[in-house]
């Protein structure tokens, strides 16, 4: 039997009025529609939300697990090169222009013949002349020659160092100089090319192939623009003399830098002084250190200052005083501080504040002073070339003067050659910030200790013709001074070439 269902009574409305409360919605417990909807999208939230939690964890677990690594090492060789023999070239004889007579004005040709020596720590050295000069007499540099021995660090030192005595119309006094490795770069600070001052510039290439050399010069105006400075070709184991009057003439205050490709060379300059008719002395200027903010010029030796004083006043003779010449290389001047500190622990004379152009040779005059031995030092904040020239006069009048260059600061042992001269004195200067107590060692004699403050040099009194051997420092700078009447000249200590040490090659 079917139940009929009763129909719903339908709402009236009166015309004009609003319907009375509509019926209430069912539960939604009883929509089935909605209810599935609902759950979906609760389904799906809670889906991804597990989702992203299993990813977070794979991440956190894959960051913690070890990643594999696949190396491999690319094939190389240690390879120890094949120690080279070592050689240093000494300055050679002193050179005039023209010869005894007067002619061939334009060509150099020596008067007389340097006194050599030459020391080893270990095997046997050999000396020989280049092969070919532009000397007319023909007497070539001498080259000393070590040859190779063990290929370690331990690398053997080789030192030489020349003299000379001239007395000659136009060339008259005394002349010492190292005898230096080659090298592709140096700075010569001396020198003077007006009147009465002739300046020959010597370069020496003592390797087997042609040395292609560049120079440039700087004065007290400026860069010195001239012709015939750069491709100069120096042929193997030939030696060549310029007139630098021939780049930079009237020039009182030059520096010349030589850079060389191919072969390298050993260049120095010598200056001699003729006023009016009364020569005034000869010098050998070998190579300062490379532009440096700290500059150390030991070995400055003043003698008969007196004599010196009275001889100044004359005309042509103000070149007597004592100068150093500064030069800042590049477009930024320089604010310098120059000290003249007296050796073996004496005080300090007043620092001079120099303010250096860029590009211009500067020299400084020094005041007076009192005889003794000087170390000079200079402080920039900009990086320069420094030199300093000192004079003597002896007992007759007669003048001689002597250019020093920077030193280069040598490391933990030096072998030290003196050339024959008077009085030489062996200067330490210490510019570190502690005391240095080194161990001086010479042939048959015993080895002497001697210990150098901080900041500060110690003169130690050395014999003619011997090699001494300086060790137990961290960082000195030498050099050997002579002083005669009527005699001085100075020259520093340049460091041996390091050892060739193990290269790993990879192809």
């Not at 003196?418 to 080895?447: C, E, F, M």
Request: net charge negative; hydrophobic share 40%.
């Amino acid at each position: 039997m079917t139940d009929d269902l009763e129909p719903e009574p339908e709402l009236e409305v009166a015309p004009g009025q609003l319907p009375g409360p509509l019926p209430e919605p069912l539960p939604a417990s009883k929509t089935p529609g909605r209810s599935r909807a609902a759950v979906l999208v609760g389904a799906r939230i809670v889906a991804g939300t597990v989702g992203v939690a299993v990813a977070a964890i794979a991440l956190a677990a894959a960051a913690l697990l070890p990643i594999p690594r696949h190396t491999v090492t690319p094939p190389s060789v240690l390879v120890t090169p094949v120690a080279t023999a070592q050689e240093r070239v000494c300055a050679g004889p002193l050179l005039r222009l023209g010869d005894e007579s007067g002619a061939a004005a334009a060509a150099a040709s020596s008067v007389g013949r340097p006194a050599v020596r030459f020391a080893q720590s270990a095997g046997k050295a050999q000396t020989a002349p280049l092969s070919a000069t532009e000397n007319t007499t023909g007497l070539a540099p001498q080259v000393l020659t070590l040859p190779a021995g063990s290929s370690t660090a331990a690398r053997p030192l080789l030192a030489g160092g020349q003299s000379q005595t001239v007395s000659s119309e136009d060339l008259v006094g005394f002349a010492a100089a190292e005898c230096t490795e080659a090298t592709s770069d140096s700075w010569l600070v001396g020198g003077a090319t007006d009147t009465g001052r002739t300046t020959l510039l010597t370069l020496s290439n003592p390797s087997a192939v042609p040395a292609t050399v560049t120079l440039t010069i700087y004065s007290e105006t400026g860069a010195v623009s001239a012709a015939g400075t750069d491709g100069i070709v120096v042929p193997a184991s030939s030696q060549r003399v310029f007139s630098l009057a021939g780049f930079a003439p009237n020039t009182v205050s030059p520096v010349v830098r030589v850079q060389s490709r191919g072969g390298q060379v050993v260049a120095n300059l010598q200056q001699s002084t003729v006023r009016t008719l009364e020569p005034g002395g000869v010098d050998i200027v070998g190579a300062a250190s490379g532009p440096s903010v700290s500059s150390v010029i030991p070995g400055m030796v003043v003698a008969n200052s007196d004599a010196v004083v009275a001889r100044q006043g004359e005309p042509g003779f103000a070149d007597l005083g004592s100068v150093i010449r500064l030069f800042v290389p590049g477009d930024k001047a320089a604010k310098a501080r120059v000290s003249v500190v007296p050796e073996n622990g004496t005080a300090e004379i007043k620092a001079v504040a120099v303010d250096v152009p860029a590009g211009l040779v500067t020299d400084v005059p020094l005041d007076t002073l009192a005889d003794g031995s000087y170390t000079v030092t200079v402080t920039s904040d900009i990086p320069l070339v420094a030199g300093s020239r000192v004079s003597t006069v002896g007992s007759t009048g007669q003048s001689d003067f002597a250019w020093l260059a920077a030193a280069e600061t040598l490391d933990r042992k030096a072998l030290v050659e003196v050339a024959p001269g008077p009085s030489p004195q062996l200067h330490l200067a210490n510019s570190g910030r502690t005391s240095a107590t080194v161990k001086i060692a010479t042939k048959g004699q015993p080895d002497a200790t001697v210990t150098i403050p901080a900041g500060q040099t110690v003169t130690y009194p050395v014999v003619a013709s011997s090699a001494y051997t300086v060790s137990g420092f961290s960082t000195l700078s030498l050099a050997v001074s002579y002083t005669g009447d009527a005699q001085v000249s100075a020259y520093t200590v340049s460091s041996s070439a390091p050892a060739s040490l193990p290269i790993r090659i990879y192809p």
